[in-house]
Protein backbone atom coordinates (compact mmCIF):
# COMPACT_ATOMS: atom_id res chain seq x y z
CA UNK A 1 0.00 0.00 0.00
CA UNK A 2 1.19 3.31 -0.80
CA UNK A 3 1.48 6.17 2.14
CA UNK A 4 3.77 7.63 4.57
CA UNK A 5 5.55 6.14 7.60
CA UNK A 6 6.62 8.16 10.63
CA UNK A 7 8.81 6.53 13.41
CA UNK A 8 8.57 6.06 16.28
CA UNK A 9 5.22 6.75 17.26
CA UNK A 10 5.96 7.69 21.02
CA UNK A 11 9.73 9.09 21.76
CA UNK A 12 11.27 10.75 24.67
CA UNK A 13 14.31 12.56 24.92
CA UNK A 14 16.07 13.96 28.06
CA UNK A 15 17.00 17.61 27.76
CA UNK A 16 20.51 18.15 25.52
CA UNK A 17 19.71 14.95 23.35
CA UNK A 18 19.22 15.70 19.84
CA UNK A 19 16.72 13.17 18.70
CA UNK A 20 15.81 11.91 14.89
CA UNK A 21 12.52 11.66 13.37
CA UNK A 22 11.77 9.27 10.72
CA UNK A 23 10.05 10.10 7.73
CA UNK A 24 9.19 7.68 4.56
CA UNK A 25 6.90 7.87 1.74
CA UNK A 26 6.77 5.39 -1.09
CA UNK A 27 4.18 7.76 -3.00
CA UNK A 28 6.85 8.84 -5.30
CA UNK A 29 6.12 12.31 -4.14
CA UNK A 30 8.43 15.39 -4.91
CA UNK A 31 7.39 17.82 -1.93
CA UNK A 32 7.79 16.52 1.48
CA UNK A 33 6.87 18.78 4.73
CA UNK A 34 7.46 18.85 8.33
CA UNK A 35 4.61 20.61 10.50
CA UNK A 36 4.78 20.80 14.65
CA UNK A 37 1.15 20.58 16.13
CA UNK A 38 0.78 21.93 19.53
CA UNK A 39 -2.73 22.46 21.00
CA UNK A 40 -4.66 24.54 20.54
CA UNK A 41 -2.18 26.16 17.79
CA UNK A 42 -2.78 24.02 14.64
CA UNK A 43 0.11 22.72 12.28
CA UNK A 44 2.90 25.14 11.90
CA UNK A 45 5.17 24.43 9.06
CA UNK A 46 9.31 23.84 10.16
CA UNK A 47 10.79 22.77 6.96
CA UNK A 48 9.65 21.73 3.25
CA UNK A 49 11.69 20.22 0.53
CA UNK A 50 10.61 20.47 -2.64
CA UNK A 51 13.31 18.11 -4.41
CA UNK A 52 15.85 16.10 -3.17
CA UNK A 53 18.91 17.84 -2.02
CA UNK A 54 16.79 20.86 -1.07
CA UNK A 55 15.43 21.95 0.84
CA UNK A 56 13.83 25.22 2.64
CA UNK A 57 12.79 26.63 6.19
CA UNK A 58 9.38 27.17 7.29
CA UNK A 59 8.07 29.43 10.10
CA UNK A 60 9.58 28.07 12.85
CA UNK A 61 13.13 26.37 11.93
CA UNK A 62 14.77 27.25 14.72
CA UNK A 63 16.32 24.31 17.09
CA UNK A 64 15.72 21.71 14.25
CA UNK A 65 17.49 20.43 10.89
CA UNK A 66 16.99 18.32 8.30
CA UNK A 67 18.35 16.33 5.23
CA UNK A 68 16.77 15.12 1.76
CA UNK A 69 19.06 12.62 0.09
CA UNK A 70 16.57 10.77 -1.35
CA UNK A 71 13.52 11.34 -3.22
CA UNK A 72 11.50 8.88 -0.52
CA UNK A 73 12.86 10.14 2.95
CA UNK A 74 12.91 13.39 4.71
CA UNK A 75 13.97 12.78 8.68
CA UNK A 76 13.75 15.61 10.76
CA UNK A 77 16.45 16.24 14.17
CA UNK A 78 15.65 17.82 16.76
CA UNK A 79 18.89 19.99 18.21
CA UNK A 80 18.93 20.89 21.66
CA UNK A 81 18.61 24.07 20.49
CA UNK A 82 14.68 23.69 20.49
CA UNK A 83 13.44 25.20 23.54
CA UNK A 84 10.42 23.35 23.97
CA UNK A 85 10.52 20.33 22.13
CA UNK A 86 7.35 18.66 22.97
CA UNK A 87 4.76 17.89 20.85
CA UNK A 88 3.26 16.13 17.99
CA UNK A 89 5.07 16.15 14.71
CA UNK A 90 3.47 15.35 11.36
CA UNK A 91 5.22 14.58 8.14
CA UNK A 92 3.39 15.47 5.31
CA UNK A 93 4.16 14.69 0.80
CA UNK A 94 2.43 16.16 -2.19
CA UNK A 95 3.24 15.56 -5.40
CA UNK A 96 4.68 19.03 -5.99
CA UNK A 97 1.76 22.16 -7.17
CA UNK A 98 0.34 23.93 -4.45
CA UNK A 99 -3.18 23.02 -5.88
CA UNK A 100 -2.34 19.62 -4.49
CA UNK A 101 -3.69 16.93 -1.31
CA UNK A 102 -0.84 16.83 1.02
CA UNK A 103 -0.86 13.43 2.45
CA UNK A 104 0.13 12.86 5.99
CA UNK A 105 1.80 10.33 8.33
CA UNK A 106 0.39 9.39 11.93
CA UNK A 107 2.91 11.36 13.50
CA UNK A 108 5.65 11.33 16.02
CA UNK A 109 5.03 12.42 19.44
CA UNK A 110 7.99 13.30 21.40
CA UNK A 111 8.06 14.09 24.68
CA UNK A 112 11.07 15.72 26.88
CA UNK A 113 12.36 14.48 30.29
CA UNK B 1 1.37 36.11 2.82
CA UNK B 2 -1.66 34.47 4.16
CA UNK B 3 -3.83 33.55 6.83
CA UNK B 4 -6.50 31.66 8.07
CA UNK B 5 -8.84 32.12 11.29
CA UNK B 6 -11.48 29.57 12.66
CA UNK B 7 -13.71 31.47 14.49
CA UNK B 8 -14.79 28.51 16.83
CA UNK B 9 -12.09 26.82 18.48
CA UNK B 10 -15.04 24.31 19.97
CA UNK B 11 -18.20 23.19 18.32
CA UNK B 12 -20.71 20.79 20.47
CA UNK B 13 -24.04 19.29 18.39
CA UNK B 14 -25.72 16.62 18.94
CA UNK B 15 -26.60 13.88 16.39
CA UNK B 16 -28.72 14.20 12.97
CA UNK B 17 -28.31 17.78 13.90
CA UNK B 18 -27.12 20.19 11.03
CA UNK B 19 -22.95 22.16 11.63
CA UNK B 20 -21.09 24.21 10.19
CA UNK B 21 -17.46 24.86 10.56
CA UNK B 22 -16.63 28.49 10.40
CA UNK B 23 -13.49 29.48 8.48
CA UNK B 24 -12.19 32.91 7.43
CA UNK B 25 -8.89 33.90 5.18
CA UNK B 26 -6.99 37.01 4.31
CA UNK B 27 -4.68 37.28 1.44
CA UNK B 28 -3.93 40.04 -1.33
CA UNK B 29 -3.65 37.23 -4.02
CA UNK B 30 -5.89 34.45 -5.38
CA UNK B 31 -6.05 31.46 -3.34
CA UNK B 32 -6.97 28.06 -3.28
CA UNK B 33 -8.62 26.82 -0.06
CA UNK B 34 -8.80 23.09 1.54
CA UNK B 35 -10.24 21.43 4.48
CA UNK B 36 -8.59 18.40 6.55
CA UNK B 37 -9.69 16.47 8.95
CA UNK B 38 -8.36 14.94 12.02
CA UNK B 39 -8.65 11.86 13.94
CA UNK B 40 -7.60 11.60 17.77
CA UNK B 41 -3.66 10.43 17.60
CA UNK B 42 -3.81 10.56 13.62
CA UNK B 43 -2.48 12.38 10.84
CA UNK B 44 -4.57 14.91 8.81
CA UNK B 45 -6.61 13.39 5.50
CA UNK B 46 -7.71 15.47 3.18
CA UNK B 47 -11.99 16.43 3.02
CA UNK B 48 -11.99 18.61 0.27
CA UNK B 49 -10.70 21.45 -1.77
CA UNK B 50 -11.73 24.73 -3.38
CA UNK B 51 -9.24 25.22 -6.77
CA UNK B 52 -11.26 27.21 -8.94
CA UNK B 53 -14.48 27.25 -10.89
CA UNK B 54 -17.75 26.21 -8.88
CA UNK B 55 -18.28 27.88 -5.16
CA UNK B 56 -19.47 24.97 -3.61
CA UNK B 57 -17.62 22.03 -3.05
CA UNK B 58 -18.55 18.85 -2.23
CA UNK B 59 -16.27 16.27 -0.41
CA UNK B 60 -15.92 12.69 1.25
CA UNK B 61 -18.44 11.76 4.04
CA UNK B 62 -20.92 14.17 3.04
CA UNK B 63 -19.26 17.36 3.83
CA UNK B 64 -19.36 20.08 1.32
CA UNK B 65 -17.77 24.10 2.03
CA UNK B 66 -18.72 27.29 0.27
CA UNK B 67 -16.33 29.37 -1.47
CA UNK B 68 -17.16 33.44 -0.53
CA UNK B 69 -14.68 35.93 -1.92
CA UNK B 70 -16.26 38.79 -1.23
CA UNK B 71 -16.37 37.94 2.50
CA UNK B 72 -13.23 35.67 2.39
CA UNK B 73 -15.12 32.76 4.17
CA UNK B 74 -14.83 28.50 2.76
CA UNK B 75 -17.34 27.40 5.47
CA UNK B 76 -17.51 23.63 5.98
CA UNK B 77 -21.25 22.63 6.17
CA UNK B 78 -22.58 18.75 6.95
CA UNK B 79 -26.75 18.49 6.56
CA UNK B 80 -26.93 15.82 9.51
CA UNK B 81 -23.72 14.51 11.84
CA UNK B 82 -22.78 11.16 13.00
CA UNK B 83 -20.62 10.02 16.20
CA UNK B 84 -18.25 8.81 13.68
CA UNK B 85 -17.72 13.04 12.48
CA UNK B 86 -16.09 13.37 16.25
CA UNK B 87 -12.57 14.98 15.12
CA UNK B 88 -10.83 18.00 14.86
CA UNK B 89 -11.06 20.29 11.33
CA UNK B 90 -8.74 22.58 9.56
CA UNK B 91 -9.30 24.90 7.28
CA UNK B 92 -6.02 25.88 5.03
CA UNK B 93 -5.04 28.12 2.66
CA UNK B 94 -2.28 28.51 -0.48
CA UNK B 95 -1.26 31.59 -2.27
CA UNK B 96 -1.42 31.59 -6.05
CA UNK B 97 1.87 31.97 -7.20
CA UNK B 98 4.86 32.64 -4.28
CA UNK B 99 5.38 30.29 -2.03
CA UNK B 100 4.74 26.81 -2.11
CA UNK B 101 3.53 26.81 1.81
CA UNK B 102 0.25 25.72 3.01
CA UNK B 103 -1.28 27.81 5.66
CA UNK B 104 -3.10 26.51 8.49
CA UNK B 105 -5.75 27.26 10.70
CA UNK B 106 -5.65 26.80 14.72
CA UNK B 107 -8.82 23.95 14.12
CA UNK B 108 -12.06 23.23 15.10
CA UNK B 109 -12.86 20.59 17.75
CA UNK B 110 -16.02 18.90 16.14
CA UNK B 111 -17.93 16.69 19.28
CA UNK B 112 -21.06 15.14 18.22
CA UNK B 113 -23.03 13.84 21.16
CA UNK B 114 -25.74 11.22 21.14
Known amino acids: DGGITQSPKYLFRKEGQNVTLSCEQN?????MYWYRQDPGQGLRLIYY???????QKGDIAEGYSVSREKKESFPLTVTSAQKNPTAFYLC????????????FGPGTRLTVL | AQSVTQLDSQVPVFEEAPVELRCNYS??????LFWYVQYPNQGLQLLLKYLSGSTLVKGINGFEAEFNKSQTSFHLRKPSVHISDTAEYFC????????????FGKGTKLTVNP
Open chain 2, 92 to 103: AVSGVGGSEKLV
Open chain 1, 49 to 55: SQIVNDF
Open chain 1, 27 to 31: LNHDA
Open chain 1, 92 to 103: ASSSGPRTDTQY
Open chain 2, 27 to 32: SSVSVY
